[in-house]
């Protein structure tokens, strides 16, 4: 357990989430506090930030404290001079949401995003557009024995199409791309050396070491499993907010029972490497 001196760090639940305070990110952010902050990730997985107001720069900025930013290899890019900033927008005529779908970000790159910082700046009027987020150390530690057993050393493909194969309809960028990767169902924390499921509903097609109908099978259950109740928390958005996740130990979903209201974020994602 880390001790902090220059944030405070409340929990959300035993198992995942924290809320931070004591820092401003449209302000000057020491070192001490992003060593204090990147632990805090470390050790809740997401973390929480309220009434934030920083601008794109300063987000951006924010972000490059934790490595170099992603570029999203498909999403629109609705502000042309910040490539780096992902749009999750919803208005009145919306049906359906980016991430409504169990994921982790982007697992189809062969380096996947290490972490995604969303800022929330419009949020439903009455209430809705939760996200939840679940610990993939908390889904494998409590997978049965003869599971863990049965996945270890087993690989997956990730592919973008199944999340994002509507993108290519669209035809809004020249350097569209749909990449797909193979990754370890169970990949080790490169910092924390500790083991997290890796398969999720968005991106993760087959297991390469099955036929199609037991990889079916078993990424069913593994998906069941994930989503279990106890492994989550959930965060209520208001206008303001910041969620930093990790994308190596977290699924996340974005719920849409909002329909007719708009919500308006920026998110910036920071590169990660490949899952080992
Ligand atoms: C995402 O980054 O997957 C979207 C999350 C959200 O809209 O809450």
């Not at 632990?39 to 794109?56: G, K, M």
């Not at 199944?162 to 169902?185: C, F, T, V, W």
């Not at 958005?237 to 977290?250: E, Q, V």
Request: contains cysteine; aromatic residues 8%.
């Amino acid at each position: 357990m880390s001790t902090y001196q220059t944030i405070e760090v409340t929990k959300l639940t035993p198992v995942i989430g924290a809320e931070i305070s004591g820092v401003d990110l449209s302000g000057k952010i020491c070192d001490r506090q992003i060593e204090e902050i990147h632990n805090a990730l470390l050790e809740h997985l997401v973390i929480f930030f309220r009434d934030q107001e920083p601008t794109i720069e300063q987000h951006k900025a924010f972000g490059r404290r934790f490595g170099e930013l992603h570029v999203h290899p498909n999403a629109p890019q609705d502000l042309p001079d910040h490539p780096e900033i992902l749009v999750v927008a919803a208005d009145e005529n919306s049906r359906h949401v980016a991430g409504e779908v169990w994921h982790t970000d982007v697992s189809s790159d062969a380096e996947p995003p290490m972490g995604s910082i969303l800022h929330m700046s419009i949020v439903p009027p009455d209430g809705g557009g939760d996200t939840m987020f679940a610990s993939m150390y908390e889904a494998y530690e409590r997978l049965a024995e003869p599971v863990r057993q049965m996945i270890e050393g087993m690989t997956a493909f990730h592919d973008s199409a199944k999340a994002h194969g509507y993108r290519m309809k669209q035809n809004d960028r020249a350097d569209m791309a749909l990449p797909s990767s193979e990754h370890p169902i169970v990949r080790t924390h490169p910092v924390t050396g500790r083991k997290a499921l890796y398969v999720n509903r968005g991106f993760t097609t087959r297991i390469r070491q099955l036929p199609a109908p037991d990889s079916d099978a078993v990424l069913e259950m593994l998906y069941r499993h994930i989503e279990t109740p106890e492994f989550q928390c959930r965060f209520r958005w208001r206008p303001g907010s910041i969620a930093f996740w990790d994308n190596r130990a977290t699924q996340h979903r974005a719920l849409f029972d909002y329909q007719g209201e708009r919500r308006y974020g920026q998110r910036v994602t920071v590169c990660g490497d490949r899952p080992f």
